[in-house]
């Protein structure tokens, strides 16, 4: 589907009658093919729409540097176009960024925001640190998880990556999400160099309405590697959850 001059591919799953979806979008350099598996997952709850976002996954680049409020506003208008609203939109790292600024932006159009090892660490917003980071969680991720990243990388190529970059680098993701008026939950592998626990309870923290979930013994793809346990803390936290009540933290098997 075309947007505002970029090109988005949706992946959908539906269910008659269904009365919640599912909003999934994938990190900078990947597709919808690592979000696959929690897709798989959460479709037997409701419908649910994975995005593959311009220039990623072998879509069309645009012939500017989108940035993430660009992305952000073209998404509301595609989600606007397949009759979403109150939707449980799901990011992970990047797209936890573009989930967060459509939500900012589209109020209405946020039933919950889940953020799945969010970026980036107020505390370390450098090419060097994210690129220490990613280097140290490569080395712990299973061999599949780091075969689909990497072939995703390739599709995406290092032109549109480094023009991605400077903007996950520069977005000011905690301040977004404390404008957020939806539920915001995080959520990470408990073993994630990327997206830290220190970091992952200042972005909790930073919500009107925030908490988190850690996975242990996984790592930053945990939407992949953990998808059930991934899966069953959002099910857990949905809008009208008694898990809303004040347990700030929380941790699943």
Same mark, same amino acid.
């Given at each position: ?123 370390? +917003?450098? $090419?060097? %640190?994210? &690129? #220490? ?6 080395? /712990?991720?299973?061999?599949? =998880? ?28 905690? +301040?977004? $999400?404390? %404008?957020? &008026? #939806? ?6 592998? /408990?073993?994630?160099?990327? =997206? ?32 059930? %346990? ?9 809008? /009208? ?13």
């Amino acid at each position: 589907m075309r947007i505002a001059q970029m090109s988005f591919r949706i992946r959908s799953s539906t269910r008659a009658a269904s009365s919640r979806t599912f909003v999934l979008i994938h990190g900078i350099g990947t597709s919808h093919r690592y979000m696959a598996r929690l897709h798989d997952q959460l479709a037997t709850q409701g419908d649910v729409h994975s995005i593959d976002l311009p220039g990623f996954g072998g879509m069309p680049k645009p012939t500017w540097s989108a940035t993430v409020s660009d992305i952000a506003r073209a998404l509301g208008e595609l989600l606007t176009e397949l009759e979403v609203a109150h939707a449980i939109l799901v990011g992970h790292s990047m797209g936890s960024q573009w989930v967060v600024e459509l939500a900012a932006r589209r109020p209405e159009l946020a039933g919950m925001v889940v953020l799945i090892g969010p970026v980036t660490d107020d505390e370390h +917003r450098s $090419v060097r %640190a994210q &690129s #220490a980071a990613l280097i140290r969680d490569i080395l /712990g991720e299973p061999f599949d =998880a780091n075969l689909l990243v990497f072939a995703d990388y390739l599709r995406c190529g290092p032109v549109w990556y480094s023009k991605q970059l400077p903007h996950m680098l520069a977005y000011p993701i905690e +301040r977004r $999400v404390a %404008a957020l &008026s #939806a539920p915001v939950l995080v959520v990470r592998g /408990g073993s994630d160099p990327v =997206a830290g626990v220190s970091w992952c309870r200042r972005l909790r923290d930073s919500a009107q309405n925030g908490r988190l979930v850690a996975v242990p013994s996984h790592r930053h793809v945990v939407q992949f590697t953990a998808a059930p %346990a991934v899966a069953s803390a959002i099910q857990a936290h949905l809008p /009208g959850s008694e898990l809303w009540q004040p347990r700030p933290e929380l941790r699943v098997p």
